[in-house]
């Protein structure tokens, strides 16, 4: 029997939490503040003297930052495992590691939809902007009814992750998550005592309005599920060398520490930890403050308007107004004595409308352009247009890099588990880079010895395609072009399976270089369209074209065999070229190749034969210059 790996107690997992929170506060305590901007929390003045007047509160924080989620969820993703030199058999094999990739992606995705959760492109870009960074946890997991393999991956706030650093990366991380009573015995089969966590509920109803902390634990062997007192989840080896976990904040500022130095040294230290990773808000938390200020006070002038100041006057200074003046059809009363004024109106100073233009221009410049939402108050340029697209996309970069690194350490960390042959062979299907649909079931042995997978997030404009391919044309026209066409495929247009798009291409010439394919393809459109009668038409065209080919075939055949000349007659024809050697036509026989045909044939005279050395001598003769060797043949010749 197995022994339980050891794991900390629930007590030692909480104090981890609890100290970490205490260091990051400050880093809580501004993405708290950042949630609420995009939650279009009702603007607080922060002076006293400010408070008591209407308020304003604009929509800029929300507007701008859900630009930048819907430009980072529209996001392509390139996925490509780098393939170099390799054979076209090894490219293949490249392809299959990234479907593999793209296959575990949709199922998480499919997960994710099923327990009513943000796709992870969806859920990563949103925390990315609003909170400065992505978290959570990634895994192939075994399930326990027939063994075949599914895949998690459950994004996590980085506002409810603790964590801690050791020397090669994180050395453990726990999310800790409100749950009720009823959560938590439908997912960890745990009745959990309320009185025990200090909580109380009068009904089963308000058990689901009650929230227990409950952290789930990761290092570097196991996985861990607790609440503050109880244990949820027995530790559990993840089968990973380190904690299955992604944790990456936006790059917006590296780590320092700023310390005071006194006759005792160092003796008081800060960091700036609230600016590493910081959201979209970082360039204007302070210009939202004031111009919410200024377009409260705009507010407030603008209502006086509707019910200016009275001064009414009477002989006691007794007199009120009963009814509201304001309002249509109302009856004042007055005596001679009495008297109502409207007080002149209050007016913004001349300097606001300044002021607030210089606030709105520094706000674009921390954020998106108003001409990103379509308000072009005047006629653009194509280059100002291009100008602009190129803002946008220099204002989510960090975002997009912070995407990618996440995407990269998921996908990378689930090919390494599959690849291990720990899980069984799963069946992945979607659309490659390339929008072809695929499904199939890709063995882990073949993806053993391949590179890691790039992960590249491309914010596509729409003039970004046409851009691509405006710089393919040209990489590949004239006579010496400067890239070949696998290159300009797999690094310009960034294709997933270049090899096959290669393929599609020649097959489509192949059908538009031959009559007889392209009469055959509308004979056969036709038939499919249900269109008889002119499927028939370009049957007879293919016939036609089949039979024009033969002919030709035939011709060439008899040029090679010297049945006919180049010009089309007979040797000896009128019209023909002079004939073989000797006059006269070659007489008509069997077809031969040219290089299997008698030289007769092809018209090449036949040999000259060896004239005999010496003088003819009749049979029985001596041969001349014999020696005589005194033998007598039976004739009596000598021998």
């Not at 895949?151 to 409810?160: E, H, L, N, S």
């Not at 509707?306 to 009814?323: I, N, Y």
């Not at 024009?548 to 049945?563: P, W």
Request: charged residues 25%.
């Amino acid at each position: 029997m197995a022994r339980r790996p050891n794991s900390p107690t629930p007590t030692q997992i909480v104090a981890k939490v609890t100290a970490f929170e205490h260091i990051y506060s400050d880093v809580h305590a501004r993405m708290d503040a950042d949630y609420d901007l995009w939650d279009g929390v009702e603007y607080e003045p922060e002076d006293d003297e400010d408070q008591g007047y209407k308020k304003y509160t604009s929509n800029n924080p929300r507007t701008n930052a859900d630009k930048a989620i819907a430009l980072l969820s529209d996001s392509e993703i390139i996925s490509r495992v780098p393939e170099g030199e390799a054979e076209r058999e090894d490219r293949g094999r490249h392809n299959d590691k990234e479907r593999v990739w793209i296959g575990l992606h949709k199922a998480a995705n499919e997960r994710l939809e099923r327990l009513r959760e943000m796709r992870l492109q969806a859920s990563m870009a949103w925390f990315a902007t609003i909170r400065g960074g992505v978290a959570g946890r990634y895994g192939l997991v075994k399930q326990k009814e027939d063994r075949h393999t599914t895949v998690d991956i459950t994004p996590w706030d980085p506002r409810d992750v603790s964590w801690a650093l050791g020397a090669d990366g994180l050395s453990w991380a726990c999310c800790k998550v409100g749950k009720t009573r009823r959560q938590i015995k439908e997912q960890y089969g745990k009745d959990i005592d309320l009185g025990l966590h200090g909580l109380s509920a009068a009904s089963d109803e308000d058990e689901d309005q009650v929230l227990i902390s409950v952290f789930d634990y990761y290092d570097g062997q196991i996985n861990k599920v607790v609440t503050e007192y109880e244990v949820l989840k027995p530790a559990t080896l993840h089968g990973a060398n380190f904690p299955p976990v992604y944790l990456v904040p936006n790059p917006s500022a590296p780590q320092i520490s700023v310390g005071t130095n006194g006759q005792n040294g160092f003796k008081d230290t800060n960091t700036n930890l609230a600016a590493v990773g910081d959201s979209i808000f970082a360039s204007n938390r302070g210009i939202y403050a004031k111009t919410n200020l200024i377009k409260s006070i705009l507010l407030e002038l603008v209502s006086r308007g509707r019910k200016p100041v009275l001064l009414v006057t009477s002989a006691d200074g007794s007199k009120t107004l009963v009814e509201d003046p304001f309002k249509t059809g109302t009856t004042i009363s007055l005596s001679p004595t009495d008297k109502v004024e409207v007080l002149d109106m209050l007016t913004s100073t001349n300097d606001t409308m300044a002021l607030l233009g210089i606030l709105g221009g520094e706000e674009q410049r921390g954020i998106f352009p108003n001409t990103a939402f379509g308000e072009l108050q005047f006629q653009l340029s194509g280059f100002a247009i291009n100008t602009l697209g190129m803002s946008l996309s220099t204002i989510i970069k960090p975002f997009l890099w912070t995407m990618e690194t996440a995407f990269r350490q998921i996908s990378n960390g689930l090919l390494d588990q599959y690849v291990s042959g720990g899980f069984s062979a799963v069946e992945v299907n979607g659309f490659d880079n390339n929008r072809e649909w695929f499904s199939q079931t890709i063995q882990p042995e073949s993806l053993k010895g391949l590179p890691a997978i790039e992960i590249k997030l491309v914010a596509a404009l729409p003039s970004d395609n046409q851009t691509k391919y405006a710089i393919a044309k040209m990489a590949s026209d004239g006579d010496e072009p400067i890239l070949d066409h696998r290159t300009i495929r797999e690094r310009v247009l960034e294709l997933q399976d270049p090899d096959n798009v290669d393929a599609r291409v020649k097959a489509q010439l192949a059908r538009k270089s031959s009559s007889v394919s392209t009469a055959f393809s509308f004979m056969r459109t036709s038939a499919a369209e249900g269109d008889d009668i002119m499927a028939q038409i370009w049957q007879r065209q293919a016939e036609l074209e089949v039979l024009k080919q033969e002919i030709d075939l035939h011709k060439l055949q008899m040029i090679a065999s010297g049945f006919i000349q180049e010009g089309g007659a007979a040797p000896g024809q009128p019209g023909a070229a002079p004939g073989p050697a000797g006059g006269g036509t070659v007489p008509p026989g069997p077809r031969f190749g040219p290089r299997v045909a008698p030289n007769a044939q092809l018209g090449v005279p036949p040999p000259i034969p060896t004239p005999q050395v010496g003088p003819l001598m009749p049979p029985g003769s001596p041969r001349p210059g014999a020696r005589e060797s005194g033998l007598v043949g039976p004739r009596g010749e000598p021998l």
